[in-house]
């Protein structure tokens, strides 16, 4: 199996964009979530987007007059990021989520962890730390967004665990999903036509399985509340508040 870093560089980073509809329809959701969680800047206007991807997120807020700082381990995602984001006030860093969150010295008045990121993490250890950090990077009255898929609660069987992402007519992309333990394993699975027919190209990779309420009380014990919890399409959403 391969690491999640490796994963990434190996079938998921080239795709990415495609995967997710392309970038402006991926900016255009991330500016209507920014809208619909009424994320204006209030004090210091600084934002920390971890597991920032191609930007789509750190960019509707940048836009918003955040000042981000986005982080991120997808040498690809964040090329394509510089690309995206232009003149924009975005600082930009290659480094492990919790790592940078563990040495970060400045306090943000908004942190935010989406689409998944937070499963990325190679352990239950490596969140618990990261919840550490976050209790001590948010400034107090901040906001902590974070989202998940729940792969615990209602664990998926038989064919549900074959999930169709996206296609068209030149890519077919699925992914199958088994439940190893605390994990669950994704093997992604794509076939791209090129001039000599149809290339299957096959990768895994393990993420978390993050039950919500341990999620919640895990930051309530470091000092947030829950303002809103809301769960779409397998995704959770998690708006905490720092006291
Ligand atoms: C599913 S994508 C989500 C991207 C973006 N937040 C979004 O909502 O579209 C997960 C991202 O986390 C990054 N990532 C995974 N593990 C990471 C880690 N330990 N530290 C920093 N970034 C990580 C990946 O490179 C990828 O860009």
Same mark, same amino acid.
């Given at each position: 199996? %391969?690491?999640?870093?490796?994963?990434?560089?190996?079938?998921?980073?080239?795709?990415?964009?495609?995967?997710?509809?392309?970038?402006?329809?991926?900016?255009?959701? %991330?500016?209507?979530?920014?809208?619909?969680?009424?994320?204006?800047?209030?004090?210091?206007?600084?934002?920390?987007?971890?597991?920032?991807?191609?930007?789509?997120?750190?960019?509707?807020?940048?836009?918003?007059?955040? %000042?981000?700082?986005?982080?991120?381990?997808?040498?690809?995602?964040?090329? &394509?990021?510089?690309?995206?984001?232009?003149?924009?006030?975005?600082?930009? &860093?290659?480094?492990?989520?919790?790592?940078?969150? *563990?040495?970060?010295?400045?306090?943000? &008045?908004?942190? /935010?962890?989406?689409? =998944?990121?937070?499963?990325?993490? #190679?352990?239950?250890?490596?969140?618990?730390?990261?919840?550490?950090?976050?209790?001590?990077?948010?400034?107090?009255?901040?906001?902590?967004?974070?989202?998940?898929?729940?792969?615990?609660?209602?664990?998926? *069987?038989?064919?549900?665990?074959?999930? #169709?992402?996206?296609?068209?007519?030149?890519?077919?992309?699925?992914?199958?999903?088994?439940?190893?333990?605390?994990?669950?394993?994704?093997?992604?699975?794509?076939?791209?036509?090129?001039?000599?027919?149809?290339?299957?190209?096959?990768?895994?990779?393990?993420?978390?399985?993050?039950? #919500? =309420?341990?999620?919640?009380?895990?930051? /309530?014990?470091?000092?947030?509340?829950?303002?809103?919890?809301?769960? *779409?399409?397998?995704?959770?959403?998690?708006?905490?508040?720092?006291?």
């Amino acid at each position: 199996m %391969n690491d999640v870093g490796e994963h990434y560089r190996r079938l998921l980073a080239p795709i990415y964009v495609w995967m997710v509809g392309g970038a402006e329809a991926a900016l255009e959701r %991330n500016r209507e979530l920014v809208r619909a969680a009424d994320l204006a800047p209030r004090g210091s206007a600084r934002a920390l987007d971890l597991g920032a991807g191609f930007g789509a997120t750190s960019i509707a807020l940048a836009e918003r007059g955040w %000042n981000v700082t986005a982080v991120d381990t997808s040498d690809e995602l964040l090329a &394509e990021f510089a690309r995206l984001a232009g003149a924009l006030p975005i600082r930009r &860093e290659r480094a492990d989520l919790v790592e940078f969150a *563990e040495r970060a010295r400045e306090r943000f &008045e908004l942190v /935010v962890c989406l689409g =998944d990121t937070l499963t990325h993490l #190679p352990s239950r250890e490596r969140v618990v730390a990261s919840f550490d950090a976050f209790a001590r990077l948010v400034a107090p009255d901040g906001r902590l967004v974070l989202s998940f898929r729940d792969y615990v609660t209602k664990p998926l *069987e038989g064919a549900e665990r074959f999930i #169709p992402v996206r296609s068209d007519d030149r890519r077919v992309f699925t992914c199958f999903l088994e439940i190893q333990g605390e994990h669950v394993i994704v093997h992604d699975v794509l076939y791209e036509r090129g001039d000599d027919g149809w290339k299957l190209s096959v990768s895994d990779y393990p993420k978390l399985r993050l039950a #919500p =309420d341990w999620v919640v009380a895990e930051l /309530v014990a470091r000092g947030f509340e829950l303002e809103q919890r809301a769960f *779409e399409r397998g995704m959770l959403t998690l708006q905490l508040r720092r006291r």
